[in-house]
């Protein structure tokens, strides 16, 4: 016991075997094997033995760097995890450095997405050889964000000189840093731009787009516009410049004014037979008690036509409640859609994630307790789930009419079968890469790629 090193329980270590310089782990000695955050999973054969291939993205800040890796497949066994819930994992063996030791350990693969640490050290590979001080962190180590930056600079491609430039206001919004990152790791140029501090000359012969007191930017191959309610008629008219500069927009202006306009977009949708709630829209208060019973009574929801995230909708849960809400919005001019309110939903909705077309992701987000409205922002849970084809098929309509190729398809199952309830050009990133895993901001980049015909 007197030779046992000291360790902390959270810790980093590497494995060389696999290319990967650093990756940060819990260290759990209520877990009896160690394992790995691992995608992909694909098992086969070589010289009669089997193996099995996986990609692990050891950055839990950053899911564009993926290292494919290979190893012999040493056991196949059930495991519970933390949820109580057994499932058959592959085991392998690899020699894992910590600090200055190195030493061969037993990793189960799993998937540990939705996890701080993409890493778990359990207590056979602590055994004979720690002792675990459970209130201290990193005693074997510490690796700042500049040295890990540098330790995964092999992983970065070439410089390709496709310049991408991100429109919008907050450089430090998860969906924001993540499109940021993922077209570097693919090697393009990325610059953020603040919508604000940009600024336009209209000129038949030389058009051009200023930024922060003079600088002359005109030279960008692609926008990708991630554009909040408030400047959305200030960042479209930059959009419409950048365009006819010969930019290429990833969403144009006329599909993100669409897309903002609730009341157009419902219009849109119902003229091309797509399925949504009752839904309707009046001016005077003398016709409050027949827009009422229109969509068939309380309890109904009304949404105010600039809302996002969830802001500006309200349940109202009795027919003179319902007049309440509807008149006090009224009072001070301010335009609002009343829709029916599908009981039979249980506060659940599904984001459908589509990109050129196609639905690369969907989750199902579950409204917090005592709450209707089923958004990430207002305190939903999201899980991953897997829609139907009438589903798919509806949330590529819905953003094909409003020509948006990347959009937010949010969908409600009814007694009807499934209802569209809106479509949003600037969807987030963090709840839908969480749930499913999936590298949605890479998604992205590949198709102003695929755009662009750009090749590597």
């Given at each position: 016991m007197e030779n046992l090193k000291i360790i902390g329980s959270e810790e980093w270590c590497s494995f060389e075997t696999f290319g990967i310089p650093a990756i940060k782990a819990r260290v759990d000695s209520g877990a009896k094997t160690s394992s790995i955050q691992a995608n992909a999973i694909k098992t086969f054969f070589k010289e009669n033995q089997e193996w099995v291939s996986f990609e692990v993205n050891p950055l839990q800040v950053n899911r564009s760097i993926s290292i494919t890796c290979e190893a012999k497949v040493h056991a196949k066994r059930s495991v519970k995890s933390s949820m109580g819930i057994s499932e058959e994992r592959i085991?392998?063996?690899a020699p894992i450095t910590f600090g200055k030791d190195t030493f061969e350990i037993e990793l189960t693969l799993a998937n540990r997405d939705s996890m701080e640490f993409r890493m778990l050290l359990g207590r056979e590979a602590l055994q004979n050889?720690?002792?675990v001080n459970p209130s201290a962190t990193y005693l074997v180590s510490e690796i700042s964000e500049e040295d890990l930056e540098n330790?995964?600079?092999?992983?970065?491609?070439?410089?390709?000189?496709?310049?991408?430039a991100l429109l919008a206001s907050n450089p430090d919004l998860f969906s924001n840093k993540r499109l940021m990152e993922a077209g570097r790791m693919r090697g393009h140029e990325m610059i953020f731009l603040n919508v604000e501090q940009a600024y336009m000359k209209f000129d038949a012969r030389e058009p051009q787009i200023r930024y922060r007191g003079g600088n002359v930017i005109d030279e960008f191959d692609a926008i990708i516009p991630r554009i909040k309610p408030s400047v959305t008629f200030y960042a479209c008219a930059l959009i419409r410049q950048f365009d006819a500069m010969g930019t290429y927009c990833l969403n144009s202006a006329d599909a993100i004014t669409q897309s903002r306009d609730k009341l157009q977009a419902t219009q849109l949708f119902a003229k091309n037979d797509i399925h949504i709630?009752?839904?309707?829209?009046?001016?005077?208060?003398?016709?409050?008690?027949d827009l009422i019973k229109m969509v068939n009574g309380a309890p109904l929801i009304v949404k105010l036509l600039e809302s996002t995230q969830g802001k500006g909708v309200v349940l109202a849960e009795t027919s003179k409640a319902a007049e309440s809400v509807i008149n006090a919005f009224k009072s001070v001019k301010t335009n609002i859609l009343v829709q029916e309110f599908i009981k039979e939903a249980n506060g659940q909705d599904i984001r459908c994630f589509v990109v050129n077309g196609k639905v690369v992701a969907s989750m199902q987000r579950q409204a917090a307790k005592g709450e209707f409205r089923a958004n990430i922002h207002q305190g939903g849970s999201a899980s991953k789930i897997k829609v139907t084809l009438e589903e798919r098929k509806l949330a590529v309509k819905a953003a094909k009419i409003l020509g948006l190729p990347v959009a937010g398809v949010d969908i409600i199952r009814s007694n009807k079968g499934p209802l569209l309830l809106e479509v949003n050009s600037s969807p987030g990133l963090e709840g839908i890469e969480a749930a499913t895993g999936l590298d949605i901001a890479n998604?992205?980049?590949?198709a102003i790629e695929k755009k662009l015909k750009f090749k590597k």
């Amino acid at each position: 016991m007197e030779n046992l090193k000291i360790i902390g329980s959270e810790e980093w270590c590497s494995f060389e075997t696999f290319g990967i310089p650093a990756i940060k782990a819990r260290v759990d000695s209520g877990a009896k094997t160690s394992s790995i955050q691992a995608n992909a999973i694909k098992t086969f054969f070589k010289e009669n033995q089997e193996w099995v291939s996986f990609e692990v993205n050891p950055l839990q800040v950053n899911r564009s760097i993926s290292i494919t890796c290979e190893a012999k497949v040493h056991a196949k066994r059930s495991v519970k995890s933390s949820m109580g819930i057994s499932e058959e994992r592959i085991v392998i063996k690899a020699p894992i450095t910590f600090g200055k030791d190195t030493f061969e350990i037993e990793l189960t693969l799993a998937n540990r997405d939705s996890m701080e640490f993409r890493m778990l050290l359990g207590r056979e590979a602590l055994q004979n050889r720690y002792l675990v001080n459970p209130s201290a962190t990193y005693l074997v180590s510490e690796i700042s964000e500049e040295d890990l930056e540098n330790m995964y600079t092999m992983i970065h491609s070439e410089k390709t000189g496709l310049k991408i430039a991100l429109l919008a206001s907050n450089p430090d919004l998860f969906s924001n840093k993540r499109l940021m990152e993922a077209g570097r790791m693919r090697g393009h140029e990325m610059i953020f731009l603040n919508v604000e501090q940009a600024y336009m000359k209209f000129d038949a012969r030389e058009p051009q787009i200023r930024y922060r007191g003079g600088n002359v930017i005109d030279e960008f191959d692609a926008i990708i516009p991630r554009i909040k309610p408030s400047v959305t008629f200030y960042a479209c008219a930059l959009i419409r410049q950048f365009d006819a500069m010969g930019t290429y927009c990833l969403n144009s202006a006329d599909a993100i004014t669409q897309s903002r306009d609730k009341l157009q977009a419902t219009q849109l949708f119902a003229k091309n037979d797509i399925h949504i709630p009752i839904t309707g829209f009046a001016n005077s208060p003398l016709d409050t008690k027949d827009l009422i019973k229109m969509v068939n009574g309380a309890p109904l929801i009304v949404k105010l036509l600039e809302s996002t995230q969830g802001k500006g909708v309200v349940l109202a849960e009795t027919s003179k409640a319902a007049e309440s809400v509807i008149n006090a919005f009224k009072s001070v001019k301010t335009n609002i859609l009343v829709q029916e309110f599908i009981k039979e939903a249980n506060g659940q909705d599904i984001r459908c994630f589509v990109v050129n077309g196609k639905v690369v992701a969907s989750m199902q987000r579950q409204a917090a307790k005592g709450e209707f409205r089923a958004n990430i922002h207002q305190g939903g849970s999201a899980s991953k789930i897997k829609v139907t084809l009438e589903e798919r098929k509806l949330a590529v309509k819905a953003a094909k009419i409003l020509g948006l190729p990347v959009a937010g398809v949010d969908i409600i199952r009814s007694n009807k079968g499934p209802l569209l309830l809106e479509v949003n050009s600037s969807p987030g990133l963090e709840g839908i890469e969480a749930a499913t895993g999936l590298d949605i901001a890479n998604i992205m980049i590949e198709a102003i790629e695929k755009k662009l015909k750009f090749k590597k």
